[in-house]
């Protein structure tokens, strides 16, 4: 059975920093991508940044690059969301998901999700 916890979340002023981590186990496939999405009230999931496993290529949204960095732990089946230069619009839920075969979020991700770790960024 595949699980996903992600862990992490919290409060911060704008212009502070969070990381993320998502403990992935009992996914059987050796290349899969991991990726973080979020949701904010009343807007729809939208993708973050993904990593393939275990090549590392990584993806971003526009809306993060240069803020944000998506690691992995391949020891630990842990992937990392460091977020950099927080903003209020930054401020939303935060899912973990495990997906194949491809990484990009041009294509809905029908794969394995975690419960969802808050962040929250005041001005």
């Known amino acids: 059975q595949v699980r996903l916890v992600e862990s992490g979340g919290g409060s911060v002023q704008t212009g502070g920093s969070l990381r993320l981590s998502c403990a992935a186990s009992g996914y059987t496939y050796s290349s899969y991508c991991m990726g973080w999405f979020r949701q904010a009230p009343g807007k729809e999931r939208e993708g973050v940044a993904s990593i393939y496993r275990p090549g590392g290529g990584t993806y971003y949204a526009d809306s993060v690059k240069g803020r944000f960095t998506i690691s992995q732990d391949n020891d630990k089946s842990t992937v990392y969301l460091q977020m950099n230069s927080l903003r209020p619009e930054d401020t939303a839920s935060y899912y973990c998901?495990?997906?194949?075969?491809?990484?990009?979020?041009?294509?809905?991700?029908?794969?394995?999700w975690g419960q969802g770790t808050q962040v929250t960024v005041s001005s």
């Open positions: 998901a495990a997906d194949r075969p491809a990484c990009n979020f041009a294509r809905k991700w029908s794969g394995y």
